[in-house]
């Protein structure tokens, strides 16, 4: 029914349509991200959509969304999550795993963690809470709003009409392959601040 009503959206609207789905998206609503711009990818390949501009709307609408986030975070702190986290399925709980997270990771989460669905909503909430400066978090997050929207573009590109059979597959495949990277990104950053102990 959700995914009925963002190809309704999508080609209704077009730009426009892209934009405003992926903000509301990033910022929390239940919007299948990838499915929407694996989708705007085929419309590229059919000659529905223009290349730059689909790309363009993409990054946008996923840099103007975690923008918003980060500006909720910083202002609101954990108050938005203790008071209405709960009806969009975001937990007190979940933001602080993240803070750890992030904690760890640094800045490189607010670019991969858009990979990540349930990750990429709170990374940026998660950098607002713990005031992280906004040069840098604009460096990470906007960057990694531009790689992940090209990146799902261009796979509805290539996959052209058979982009809706592997648009799945390729969500689980890319998720799976996102949180073994981030593993093996904090377990090494565990060992490095083991190595700077011993020689301590």
């Known amino acids: 029914m959700v995914k009925h009503f963002i190809l309704q959206w999508v080609v209704q609207y077009s730009y426009v349509g892209i934009f405003s789905l992926l903000m ?10 990838e499915f929407l ?12 959509l ?9 990054f946008l609408g996923g840099a103007c969304g975690i923008t918003l986030s980060y500006l ?6 954990l108050y938005l999550v203790e008071r209405f986290g709960g009806k969009i399925g975001i937990h007190e709980k979940q933001v602080r795993r993240v803070h750890d997270w992030f904690e760890r990771v640094g800045g490189w989460s607010l670019t991969f963690g858009y990979y990540i669905p349930g990750v990429r ?31 799902f573009i261009a796979l509805g590109y290539y996959l052209g009409d ?8 390729l969500r ?17 950053g565990f060992w490095l601040r083991a190595q700077s102990k011993k020689k301590a």
């Open 50 to 58: 223009q290349l730059v501009p689909a790309v363009l709307a993409g």
């Open 72 to 77: 909720l975070g910083r202002s609101l702190g």
């Open 24 to 33: 509301l998206g990033i910022v929390g609503l239940p919007v299948p991200d």
């Open 121 to 151: 909503h709170l990374t940026a909430y998660v950098a607002g809470t713990a005031e992280y400066e906004l040069p840098r978090f604009a460096l990470f997050a906007y960057s990694g709003a531009a790689i992940w929207a090209g990146s």
């Open 37 to 48: 711009l694996t989708f705007v990818g085929y419309l590229v390949y059919r000659n529905r």
């Open 172 to 188: 689980e495949v890319t998720r799976i392959s996102m949180w073994v990277v981030l593993v093996g990104a904090v377990a090494y």
């Open 162 to 169: 058979g982009w809706h059979a592997a648009s799945q597959t």
